[in-house]
């Protein structure tokens, strides 16, 4: 079972797309999951032939949890019986002791519990001798109650994830003010001479000019570990989406810093369409190295977000307004926007986030190198 | 087309961009984005199924015209001319 995001901690297997003996390759979509936050499409990735399946539709399982058995360079019809020993499937259901009357938790758990509205008694505590941990109230928040609508279970996942980003991660926040007065001007005549359907918006400006400016301040598209700060390889932007039905998700742009300008807004628009439509892939929640939200949209002028888990940093776009600007000694009218960086003191600081966002800045003023 | 099966096909395009947006209560002469609950993808989505629907481009300087139901069935009826 894949994890798909820091949210995750079980999904429901509701079906598969492929048979034992079929062939798959890297990529290809084998079967779908159920979680907090919709049904997701799972990928494979590697090239074989599915040997096994592990989990039953209609099965939840724990993140981690073995799926399949994909035998790498076995030709269809080789026999089952070559598989390698099959880890034991963990079980979502025993995890640990059945709930006591009185269950010892931990105080930093019942101090999460009680933030996120939980009976610490009905939670089952996977700690040494049955202790309820924080963990244990972050499952329980995020998918313990089955029967509950789409919508509170992700308003739980969200709350668990945001929860743990602000009791682990040491924020640090910054902002600037960035004239777009050249961005603006660009995208009206590249916009002039293109079919609608061809057409860009600013919110993919704003993405790419991240995933440039990464480059330069590599550590903000990275991961912390738990005891030190990992640089990701590829540059891949989660967009911020509402869902029209409560809720938010943040599918990856892979590799934002490589595409175009064109097939980046193509495949903006596909992974916003397909997030609304509840049909994502594993790898584009599971992906994200940074996230991109913005509000301006709301009519909001300034964005500070919380990051999401295990990425350290988050970057916000407010709404473009109309503002006094100095130019060339003189006063004038600018369209501007308020760029925010949240970003972990753990794995940078304040003069490195200062760089990210002043690199953000110079590609916007040239938006023919985006 | 007439002006009532303009109007009718512009609600239905707006209704496969916001399937969640209850129009009966749309009001005409009031922007799409001050009363639904929609972003500018899914405005420029909207353009982008008027093209497919009706064949109308409606370039980028134009959208503040077609921004209301009212100003988006005027902008389509002067776009089609004797169509209408």
Redesign the interface.
Known sequence: MPLLGADMTAGRLVAWYRHPGDIVTRGDIIAEVDTDKGAIDVQVFTTGVLEQILVQPGEKVPVGTVLAVIREGVEPGAPAAAAAPIPPAPSAAAAGPPPSEHPRASPAARKAASALGIDVTSIRGTGPGGVVTVADVEQAAAGGSSDGDRQERMRRAIAAAVARSKREIPHFYLSTTISLERATAWLAQQNAARPVGERLLMGVLFIKAVALALREVPELNGRWDGQRAVRNEGIHVGVATFLREGGLMAPALHDADRQTIDDLMRGFRDVVTRARAGALRSSELSDPTITVTSLGDRGVEAVYGVIYPPQVAIVGFGKVVERPWSAGGRIVSHPVVTATLAADHRVTDGRRGAAFLEAVDAFLQDPGRL | MTRAELKNAVLRILGTV???ADLTHLKADVPF?DQL?V???DL??F??A??KELHV?????DYPKAATLDGCVNYLSARLGGQT
């Not at chain 2, 481009?57 to 300087?61: G, L």
């Open positions: 916001a399937p969640e984005r609950d972003d500018s993808m420029l989505n353009f982008i008027i093209d481009d409606i370039p980028e300087a």
